[in-house]
């Protein structure tokens, strides 16, 4: 970042571009968070826009740039289909706002990098939601890795067994397609590849299959990958949003020399099993710490927002910035390029994509 960005003393004011399923989420955490204030939404469907806005009591416009003109704003939630989150953050950034961004931060390396840019030449802070890292279960289980518990970590593995029905991508246009979304992996499991490597490290190469089995998409509806970590550990994931009937499973294994810790439900959300050799004071907290959330978006959106308010008033550091989005994107996008030459792909990936 080019200049530290001066702390915001008063209310933090959040405009919101994209008034579409993911914001509510977005709107519900903002009016809980004492210190946050819409102000303003965005959307280029003029009647969702419209909806949200009469809800919400904020002016409604179509057009983002039109909205950063007419209202001052600190802070501006990008909730758009995934291809535009570049587009969009680098207005925002280039209008002084800082930027929150929804998950993948992009769709291609070199548009998160530009955006990652953007926002550094501005000055302004680039979040990128990652919320399910705020899930209790996934707290703990990060504490248990950083505090050594596992002893060497042997094994990882994530499985994504949901369900998305063809209505769902044939409702937005944008769902499914390579320019916008990606299949599965980009969007649904997307937080699970950010587990991966946020859990246990850096990934040294990454072997993929992917297939688009039964939805009408040009991305995948399933795949599976094989990882080595660098640090020596395996990895395997399994991503598929064909379940029948309804979402199954959203669950994280991580397996080491003196400790197996299964965190699952539909998204990441329970403790299905926690075993370590030494005790820690942490086991106490492993019954309270599983959720029930309405839907596999979790709740974490509001603890995410904490963190947000927290950095713009200095008091803390981003949980995830735009370099730690990019991490997880270029993961992802190594799955994509191993599925697509049939070949094992080495992160950093030495090709951009
Ligand atoms: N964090 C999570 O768990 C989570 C969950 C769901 C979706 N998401 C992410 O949120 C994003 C949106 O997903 P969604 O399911 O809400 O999609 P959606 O299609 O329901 O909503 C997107 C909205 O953006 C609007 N839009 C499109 N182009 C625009 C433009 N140029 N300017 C202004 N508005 C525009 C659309 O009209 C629509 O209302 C995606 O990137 C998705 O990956 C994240």
Redesign the pocket.
């Known amino acids: 970042m080019s200049a530290k960005p001066k702390p915001i003393t008063g209310d933090v004011r959040v405009a919101l571009?994209?008034?579409?399923?993911?914001?509510r989420?977005h709107l519900d955490a903002i009016a809980r968070t004492e210190g946050l204030t819409l102000v303003s939404v965005?959307?280029?469907?003029r009647t969702?826009a419209e909806a949200v806005g009469a809800e919400q009591g904020v002016p409604t416009f179509?057009?983002?740039d039109e909205m950063l003109e007419a209202v001052p704003s600190d802070l501006v939630a990008v909730?758009?289909?995934?291809g535009?989150?570049p587009e969009?953050g680098i207005v925002a950034a280039r209008r002084g706002r800082h930027v929150l961004t929804?998950?993948?931060m992009a769709i291609s390396l070199e548009a998160a990098d530009e955006l990652v840019q953007a926002c550094d030449a501005a000055g302004v802070h680039l979040f990128v939601?990652k919320?399910?890292r705020l899930n209790p279960p996934i707290q703990l289980l990060k504490r248990a890795v950083d505090k050594g518990r596992f002893g060497r970590l042997y094994m990882a593995n994530v499985t994504v067994r949901w369900t998305r029905p063809q209505e769902y991508y044939d409702a937005?246009p944008?769902?499914g397609t390579w320019e916008f979304?990606g299949g599965a992996i980009m969007?649904q499991a997307?937080?699970y590849v950010d587990l991966m490597q946020w859990l246990v490290g850096p990934v040294e190469t990454v072997m993929a299959k992917t297939a688009t089995q039964a939805r009408r998409i040009e991305a995948e509806d399933s795949g599976v990958a094989v990882m080595r970590f660098r640090s020596g550990a395996l990895g395997v994931l399994e991503v598929n949003v064909l379940t029948y009937p309804r979402n199954l499973e959203g669950s994280i294994t991580l397996l080491g020399e003196k400790g197996s810790v299964k965190i699952g439900g539909t998204a990441v959300n329970r403790v299905d099993h926690w075993a370590f050799a030494d005790y820690d004071d942490d086991d106490k907290l492993v019954d309270a710490a599983s959720t029930n959330p309405p839907t596999v978006?979790?709740f974490g959106?509001e603890g995410y927002y904490r963190n947000v308010l927290a950095v713009l008033r200095g008091e803390a550091k981003p949980d995830t910035d735009g370099r730690a989005g990019r991490k997880s994107l270029e993961l992802i996008l190594g799955i994509y390029e191993s599925a697509k030459t049939g070949r094992e792909v080495p992160i950093p990936m030495r090709t951009r994509v």
Do not use: F, M
């Open positions: 571009v994209g008034c579409g399923r993911i914001s989420n965005a959307d280029t469907d969702r179509v057009a983002l909730c758009t289909p995934s535009l989150h969009h929804e998950k993948p939601v919320q399910n937005e944008w769902r979304d969007n997307s937080h978006y979790g959106h």
